[in-house]
């Protein structure tokens, strides 16, 4: 079985263009307020670009004033044309809805892959057409690739695509959440801050005299913050109480409704005495948590299929790879079928339907899709 996952198309050596490209392309550099994209727009800068900032304004219910000023102030510091786009419109129809109705039919989404596919690397690039840039730009830890590829027997042709490659900061690498983007954009899509770890770019943006030097980095759902996700989701989706059972069918408590849970969670279940419980499985037909120890092999899975899959690389199946099924979770051994079937060398814990797994061929990111 072969590890190169398209055969008429073997990757030669990789070589990364955003460092040479020629001077004054224009890039529209998206700002959040924080200090990656902040150095992200500085970088461009140093590199020759005409850089134009951006803040996104996705969502009013958020800190999004503060983050605006802290944007507009490196951009003033920078000397750069900064302007707001407003997407809240199509942020809340393409990712908040998403989500809700993920979370009502059982599943755990996870919005940031919905808001990189929809907004930051869609209705973005738009705008970035109509100001007449070239390139857009994240604070993204990631990086791009143009790949040569070697030419089919008998042509002389030699061919290249683009793919998205692990930022050198493993601790902060954030490729797992950009399988989900158009590979058509990918030429044009430039990650300054991919190359970098992030204590070095606090200390560029130190260097430059960045007020967002210290800020503390975002968490939480994109755009929408730090929420209790259970408080959240209640504001649409309405309680229905059901039974958590265990494995063998013993009922050991009641829960408020099945789309506020997510296989493998443990706080929350108020289930009190003994061994602490985690969730194995939904069962929307009876509304029943099915519950388990830790260890119980219930809770792990050898195999699980996916859907909604986008490529970077065409594939060939069967193909091996690596893959990892949430954020920061090791690269895991896998064999992948036609379908899409996966196959994992050791039985993963707490697979979840909704979530996404992203395939890897080491740093390079292959694809994805959406759990099923």
């Not at 304004?57 to 000023?69: L, P």
């Not at 042509?155 to 290249?160: I, L």
């Not at 051994?333 to 080491?362: D, H």
């Amino acid at each position: 079985m072969a590890r190169i996952w398209n055969h008429s198309t073997k990757l030669m050596t990789s070589k990364h263009r955003q460092t040479n490209t020629p001077l004054q392309r224009k890039v529209l550099v998206g700002m959040s307020g924080g200090v990656d994209s902040s150095v992200s727009a500085a970088l461009l800068l140093e590199t020759g670009y005409e850089v134009v900032g951006a803040f996104m304004k996705n969502w009013s219910d958020c800190q999004w004033r503060e983050e605006k000023r802290d944007a507009a102030r490196v951009a003033a510091k920078l000397g750069i044309p900064f302007v707001e786009l407003d997407f809240e419109k199509e942020y809340r129809r393409d990712v908040v809805e998403n989500m809700f109705e993920e979370f009502a039919a059982g599943r755990t989404p996870n919005p940031d892959v919905m808001c990189n596919r929809f907004i930051k690397f869609d209705r973005f690039v738009k705008e970035a057409d109509r100001l007449g840039c070239e390139y857009v730009a994240t604070g993204h830890y990631a990086r791009v690739f143009e790949i040569p590829l070697l030419p089919k027997e008998g042509s002389g042709e030699v061919a290249s695509s683009f793919g998205i490659f692990a930022g050198i900061d493993k601790n902060k690498d954030q490729s797992y959440f950009l399988w989900a983007i158009n590979p058509a954009i990918l030429s044009r899509v430039l990650f300054p801050v991919g190359e970098m770890t992030k204590p070095k770019v606090r200390a560029k943006a130190r260097e430059l005299g960045l007020v967002v030097a210290d800020k503390k980095d975002s968490t939480g759902i994109c755009f929408v913050g730090e929420v209790e996700m259970r408080k959240f989701l209640q504001e649409r989706i309405p309680k229905n109480p059901g039974n958590v059972v265990t494995v063998d069918g013993q009922v050991v408590g009641t829960h408020e409704g099945f789309a506020f849970y997510t296989i493998g969670q443990r706080h929350g279940l108020q289930i009190g005495g003994g061994a602490p419980y985690y969730i194995v499985e939904k069962r929307p037909l009876t509304n029943e948590l099915v519950v388990s120890s830790n260890f119980h092999p219930a809770l792990f899975r050898s195999d699980l299929t996916a859907s909604k899959l986008n490529w970077f690389h065409t594939p060939s199946f069967p193909f091996t790879c690596q893959a990892r099924i949430r954020y920061r979770q090791p690269l895991q051994e896998c064999v992948v079928e036609e379908g899409v079937r996966v196959l994992f060398s050791i039985p993963q814990r707490a697979v979840t339907p909704g979530q996404s797994i992203v395939f890897y061929q080491n740093d390079d990111v292959l694809g994805g899709g959406i759990i099923d």
